[in-house]
C-alpha cells in the first residue's frame, strides 16, 4: 500500500490509453495529463476496484448498521443492468409496459455481493437519513413519488416499503433530511419548496403543518438555474439548525419557526447549491471538557464549524447548457464557527479547483474530498476535465494534501461513504439521460474503494482492534454515561489516542446528509491490562441529543493516526 502504488496506476491507464485510439479513452488521457503531472509524483492512498458492475449508477448511497450499502438511482429512465430476482416485473401508473429491472441494490463491501431490492415509484434526485432504530428512511423523488415516504430495514431479506397514506406534504425534489434531537427528521426545500417539515408523523400538527421558509426563496438566483437546491443543512451544537444555500447561511430555531441569526455572506462570489454544487461538512465536534464554553446566556456551549468547499461561478450551467462553454470551477473553501457571537467566515483554497465534489469525515477527524470536476457545473452533459485526485484536509493545521489519483472519472452523480473499515466506498457517475456506455463521460455502475493515508502507516505500525465496550449492553450507548472501552494492539506500539464516533450518512449529489463526527472525552491515562497487548480507556458517552442526535455511530479508536475497524453503537 506504499506510494509507489500510485505510480504503478498512472502508468497502467497511461499505456492503455495510448494503446487504444477509442476517443474517449484520449480524452481522458488529456483530463489526467492536464489534471495532472501530479501522476509522477508520490502520492499517499491507494484505490481497488471493488466491483465492476453493480447494476445500477450509484446515484444515493447510504450505509446500514449492519455494514450494507444501499445505493440507488432513478428509475422513469429505462432499463438498468440488473433484474428483479425470479422474474418480477413492477407495473406501475407512470409506466406503459411493465419494468422488470431493479433500481436499487444492497451491497456487501465484505463479500462483494449484490441483492436487487424493490423500487415502485421514482426516487430521482431524493433525499434521505436513518432513523434512530437504523432503518433508512428516503423522501420524496419524481412525479409519482415526489410526496411518498420509503422504509428500508437492515436485515438480510427486507425491501423497500413506500408509504403513500402518510407521506410528504409537499412534493421535495433536490431537498435535503437532517436528523434531530428528537428522533424526528426535519427535510427541507426542494425545487420551488420554499418550506420545511417533519417525518415521521406522530401528531397532528406533523401532518397537516408545513413551515414557510422565505429564505429559501431569497436564495434562489434565478428559477431556472437556482443554485440553492439539495441546501447544506447542519445540526448545531445547540440544538438549531444551520442552512446554507447558494452563498450565505442561516441558523434556523425549527421549533418556533424563527430565524435566529443571519450569517455574514460567503465572499468571492461563488454559487455552492446544485447545480453549482459545492460541497459542506460540519467539522468534528470535540467534546472534551476544555472545549466547553460558557455563553452569555451562563449556558455551557460547544462550539462548531463548518467547511464549505467548491462551487462554481452563478451562471456556469447557462454557460454549459446553452453555449457549451464549460467555466473553472471553485478553488475557495470557507470555514465558519457557527456558534460564535460574531462568526467571520474564514476562507482558504483547495490546491485543486473542483465543482461536485464529495466532502467525507475520516474517522482520524480529516476531511476527505473526492470526485467531481475542475470545469462545469452539475447536469446532464454539463462538465469538462475530472477531478481523479482526491484531496484531504487537516482541520487541525489548515493543511491540504492532494492524494493519489483514481482511473475512473467520478462527474454528475457520483457518491462517496466512509466504511467500517476504514475505506471510503465510491461509485456513481452518470451525466447521461440515460444508461450510455459509449458517451463522452459513460454511465459508471463500478463501485471502488479508496484507502486513505492511514493504511499507508499500518505497513510500520499495528492497528488497534475494539475488543470491548463495558457497560454498553447490547452495544447501546446512555447521554452522559462513562463506558470503557477495551481494545487491542501490538506491545509497543501505544502512542496517541482518541476516540471517535461517526454518525452515517446519506449522499447525494455531493452532499453527506447527517454525517457527524464526535471525540469523545477520554478518562485518565490508558490502563495496560494484565494480558500482554491489551489495553483500556475510560471515555465519556456524548451529554446531549443535540450533540449526538438518537442513532447508531461507528465507533472508532485512533492510535497515532491509525483508525481501528468501527464497532457499531446505538445512543438512545
Sequence with gaps: MDASMCKKQWSKLMKATMERQNSVC????????????????????????????????????????????????????????????????????????????????????????????????????????????????????????????????????????????????SPRWYASNQILPNGKIIVVGGRFQFTYEFIPRTSDSDRKILYQLPFLKETMHSPKIPNNLYPFLHLSTDGNLFIFANDRAILLDYVNNRVMKNYPVMPGGISRNYPSTGSSVLLPVNLSSINVHINNNNKPVVHSQVLICGGTLPDSNENAAEAQIFLPAAKSCGRLTITAQNPKWEMEEMPLNRVMGDMILLPTGDVLIINGAAKGTAGWGAAREPVLNPVIYCPKINRFRILCPSLIPRLYHSTAHLLSDGRVLVGGSNPNVNYNFSALFPTELSLEAFYPPYFNLMSNRSRPSISTVKPGAFLKLKYTENFSLGFKLRSGDLGKIFVTMVAPSFTTHSFAMNQRLLVLELHGAVQKSHTAGDYIVQCSAPPTAALAPPGYYQLFLVNDGVPSKAVWVQMK
Excluded at 502520492?43 to 453493480?54: A, C, D, M, Q, V
Excluded at 422488470?100 to 462483494?112: G, M
Aim: charged share 20%; glycine share 8%; aromatic share 6%.
Design 26 to 169: 484520449l480524452l481522458i488521457a488529456i483530463c489526467c495529463f492536464s489534471n495532472l503531472a501530479l501522476g509522477s509524483q508520490d502520492l499517499e492512498g491507494k484505490w481497488k476496484l471493488l466491483k465492476r458492475s453493480i447494476g445500477v449508477s450509484a446515484m444515493h448511497m447510504a450505509l446500514l448498521p449492519n455494514d450494507r450499502i444501499i445505493a440507488f438511482d432513478r428509475s422513469h429512465f429505462g432499463p438498468s443492468n440488473i433484474t428483479l430476482p425470479q422474474g418480477k416485473c413492477i407495473k406501475g401508473v407512470e409506466l406503459e409496459t411493465s419494468d422488470c429491472y431493479a433500481h436499487a441494490v444492497e451491497f456487501d463491501p465484505i463479500t462483494r455481493k449484490v441483492r436487487p431490492l424493490t423500487i415502485q415509484t421514482d426516487t430521482w434526485c431524493s433525499s434521505g437519513a436513518l432513523l434512530a432504530n437504523g432503518v433508512l428512511v428516503q423522501t420524496g423523488g419524481y412525479r409519482l413519488g415526489e410526496r411518498v415516504v420509503r422504509y428500508l430495514k437492515p436485515c438480510s431479506d427486507c425491501d423497500w416499503e413506500e408509504d403513500h397514506q402518510n407521506g410528504l406534504i
